[in-house]
């Protein structure tokens, strides 16, 4: 499976391509800056034209978006949230299909931790790829993180399951198998 990994942004949007066979790999990743074009609606036609480049060039099977958080700024969201749209739309337009993934989804994919920070995010990538990624493509290596998840997400059988999980609450530090039982009653066959 090729995957398109996309995070989102009407200043700057990241983008990869991650191969899965015989074993991930990393195709394509890049940004595009889009800060030198101040019409807005050239910004928008920027992101279609150059997602439609991109999968004409890659031929991805699937398209991993990485969803807008909910923030202060409603304008930033609203323009994050139309970035989206498009990149689904030029995905939907070769009959590609998407799935969206909450930023803290993405991050417990791939470090384990919900709350993680962009560089240990960057890190685990680089430790399970195999591969060493620059700093100042952290819009790039979010991308890749999306396209990554979705790999992770449709590749493990447990997946479905870890996802849904909710932690045990620690009342002395110690955590018991009937504390996750209660947690996850759906997780526990009888």
Same mark, same amino acid.
């Given at each position: 499976?090729?995957? #398109?990994?996309?995070?989102?942004?009407?200043?700057?949007?990241?983008?990869?391509? #991650?191969? %899965?066979?015989? %074993?991930?790999?990393?195709?394509?990743?890049?940004?595009?800056?889009? +800060?030198?074009?101040?019409?807005?609606?050239?910004?928008?036609?920027?992101? /279609? =034209?150059?997602?439609?480049?991109?999968? @004409?060039?890659?031929?991805?099977? *699937?398209?991993?978006?990485?969803?807008? /958080?909910?923030?202060?700024?409603?304008?930033?969201?609203?323009?994050?949230?139309?970035?989206?749209?498009?990149?689904?739309?030029?995905?939907?337009?070769?009959?590609?299909?998407?799935?969206?993934?909450?930023?803290?989804?993405?991050?417990?994919?791939? @470090?384990?931790?919900?709350?993680?920070?962009?560089?240990?995010?960057?890190?685990? &990538?680089?430790?399970?790829?195999?591969?060493?990624? *620059?700093?100042? =493509?952290?819009?790039? @290596?979010?991308?890749?993180?999306?396209?990554?998840? *979705?790999?992770?997400? %449709?590749?493990?059988?447990?997946?479905? &399951?870890?996802? %849904?999980?909710?932690?045990?609450?620690?009342?002395?530090? +110690?955590?018991?198998?009937?504390? /996750?039982?209660?947690?996850?009653?759906?997780?526990?066959?009888?």
């Amino acid at each position: 499976m090729t995957i #398109l990994g996309i995070d989102p942004g009407t200043l700057i949007l990241g983008y990869s391509i #991650l191969q %899965t066979e015989p %074993t991930p790999s990393v195709v394509a990743m890049d940004v595009l800056y889009m +800060k030198k074009i101040d019409d807005y609606n050239e910004r928008i036609r920027t992101i /279609f =034209y150059s997602i439609n480049d991109i999968i @004409t060039s890659h031929h991805p099977d *699937h398209l991993s978006i990485e969803a807008p /958080f909910f923030g202060k700024n409603v304008q930033s969201m609203l323009k994050l949230g139309r970035a989206q749209g498009v990149s689904i739309a030029a995905a939907l337009a070769h009959n590609i299909p998407f799935t969206e993934y909450e930023p803290a989804t993405i991050k417990q994919y791939i @470090t384990g931790y919900g709350n993680a920070s962009k560089e240990q995010v960057r890190s685990m &990538l680089e430790a399970h790829l195999g591969i060493e990624l *620059h700093p100042h =493509y952290l819009d790039a @290596t979010d991308a890749l993180a999306a396209a990554y998840c *979705h790999h992770l997400a %449709t590749s493990n059988p447990l997946s479905d &399951l870890r996802a %849904t999980l909710k932690p045990a609450r620690r009342k002395n530090k +110690k955590q018991s198998w009937a504390d /996750f039982v209660n947690n996850n009653p759906d997780a526990v066959n009888e």
